[in-house]
């Protein structure tokens, strides 16, 4: 049972490049959402997806796109990287029971990203 | 809007100490409460989940309460070790459990 698995773990772009931030749960859980940790601003979440097909902005969604056409995978693109895009990058997946209490979250590895 | 305090932000302990890490909240109305640690450059790993119907959860040497009433949680470390370092988040979800909001963080440091 791998969880929450994210490629790549570290990733060095120049300002304008566009990449992609892979992410992938075999939980099969609804919810997965992306968060950013800098210091000093602690985990903010970026954007958020309730099941294939369905995603949503977060606290702090410019310059990122996101797509959830599976379950399993959420992808995270940055179209045009900027300094400011610096960061480290969590995946998160979670699931809720029918009355819509929430069970908790599970965490990938993280992508550390760095923007030249 | 839901915020989260973690008081205080660093601790250094020396190894065998008993300790206590608190976490306060402003909105009662949550599901649950989850504590992570988090290592240097690494991810975050969930410690203990408690949900709304439970006062505490425990896990070896680590036991976490939850008073919803007063918006307070506290991860309680037993005998604590040099392996024990690392930053301590909690984290409530939303009324919809799809995003969490997290404290700043307890960096706590044993020293052998």
């Known amino acids: 049972n791998a969880g929450v698995t994210q490629t790549p773990k570290f990733q060095v772009l120049k300002t304008g490049q566009s990449m992609t931030l892979q992410c992938a749960q075999d939980?099969?859980?609804?919810?997965m959402s992306w968060y950013r940790q800098d210091p000093g601003m602690g985990l903010r979440l970026i954007h958020y997806?309730?099941?294939?097909?369905?995603?949503d902005q977060g606290e702090v969604p410019n310059g990122y796109n996101v797509s959830r056409s599976t379950t399993e995978d959420f992808p995270l693109r940055l179209l045009s990287a900027a300094p400011s895009q610096t960061s480290v990058y969590f995946c998160?997946?979670?699931?809720?029971?029918?009355?819509?209490?929430?069970?908790?979250?599970?965490f990938g590895s993280g992508t550390r990203l760095t923007v030249v | 809007k839901q915020e989260v305090t973690q008081i205080p932000a660093a601790l250094s302990v020396p190894e065998g100490e008993n300790l206590v890490l608190n976490c306060s909240f402003t909105?009662?109305?949550?599901?649950?409460l989850q504590w992570f640690r988090q290592d240097p450059g690494k991810g975050l790993t969930s410690l203990l989940l408690?949900?709304?119907?439970?006062r505490e959860q425990t896990s070896g040497r680590l036991n976490a309460s939850l008073d919803k009433s007063s918006g307070r949680s506290t991860l309680y470390i037993a005998a604590s070790q040099p392996g024990d370092s690392a930053t301590y988040l909690c984290?409530?979800?939303?009324?919809?459990?799809?995003?969490?909001?997290f404290g700043g963080g307890t960096r706590l440091m044993v020293k052998p």
């Open positions: 998160a997946s979670s699931y809720s029971g029918a009355e819509g209490a929430n069970y908790g979250y599970t």
């Open positions: 939980m099969n859980h609804e919810y």
């Open positions: 997806s309730v099941g294939a097909g369905i995603t």
């Open positions: 909105d009662s109305a949550i599901y649950n």
């Open positions: 408690i949900q709304s119907s439970q």
């Open positions: 984290a409530v979800p939303n009324n919809a459990g799809n995003m969490l909001t």
